[in-house]
């Protein structure tokens, strides 16, 4: 199994909604990452976890706050998100945990529209 | 500080035409180099990297890049493009040493005129 999983695909949540995105790989990695990008622009990474712990935070707004339940899961938990937000997320992971030169393997992300 | 520059936000070419993107990169320390495909709807797939050892990286679908340190360069070939080839094309470095904090270019997307 190389695959990452992402769900839900689309996710559209207001303002004082409560959500969260869940991330999965069975491919044993030992480092997994939120990335956030926006339309026609690059991704860029939010946080890095690396053997279940939280390892890099990009300065991320506190309404985003990630968990790592195990070497398989990842989730972002959403609340009181702004419109601005709206974006594509995506999950990757890679074998190790996350030193330099390792693959990233990415899912296919969640596509999130905030009103 | 680690920067990519990709020029071009649009490169379009024949069917069967040679593809090259270019990226520069800049960086305190050796690095690591990446290319990676984003086809639409979709997350991104590494098309080839470079750590170290030789500077011509073949990757899949037929591409390659060459690793070129004094021109800061790692610009991705392809022999002759595919319809399939068709997609936004992100080139990518991290400074060797530490945790991977991948910084990403602003992208190329290739369109393939038939």
């Known amino acids: 199994d190389t695959e990452v999983t992402q769900t839900p695909k689309h996710l559209v949540m207001g303002m004082t909604n409560k959500k969260s995105l869940k991330c999965e790989q069975h491919m044993g990695h030992r480092a997994m990452y939120w990335y956030k990008q926006k339309a026609k622009k690059p991704p860029e990474l939010m946080f890095v976890y690396s053997y279940e712990k939280l390892s890099i935070n990009e300065s991320v707004p506190s309404r985003f706050s990630p968990e790592c339940p195990n070497s398989s899961l990842l989730n972002l938990h959403l609340h009181a998100l702004q419109p601005e937000d709206s974006a594509l997320y995506l999950c990757?992971?890679?074998?190790?945990?996350?030193?330099?030169?390792?693959?990233?393997?990415f899912g296919p992300g969640t596509r999130l529209l905030v009103l | 500080a680690q920067s990519v520059t990709q020029l071009g936000s649009h490169v379009s070419v024949s069917e069967g035409a040679l593809v090259l993107l270019r990226c520069n990169y800049s960086s305190s320390v050796p690095p690591y180099l990446f290319w990676y495909v984003q086809y639409p709807n979709q997350g991104l797939q590494l098309l080839l990297k470079y750590t170290t050892g030789a500077t011509l990286v073949k990757g899949i679908n037929g591409f390659e890049a060459e690793f070129k340190k004094s021109e800061t360069s790692f610009h991705l070939t392809k022999p002759s493009a595919h319809m399939s080839d068709a997609a936004e094309y992100f080139c990518a470095v991290v400074a060797s040493g530490g945790y991977q904090k991948v910084t990403f270019g602003t992208g190329t997307k290739l369109q393939v005129i038939p």
């Open positions: 990757a992971s890679s074998q190790g945990g996350g030193g330099t030169g390792e693959t990233q393997y």
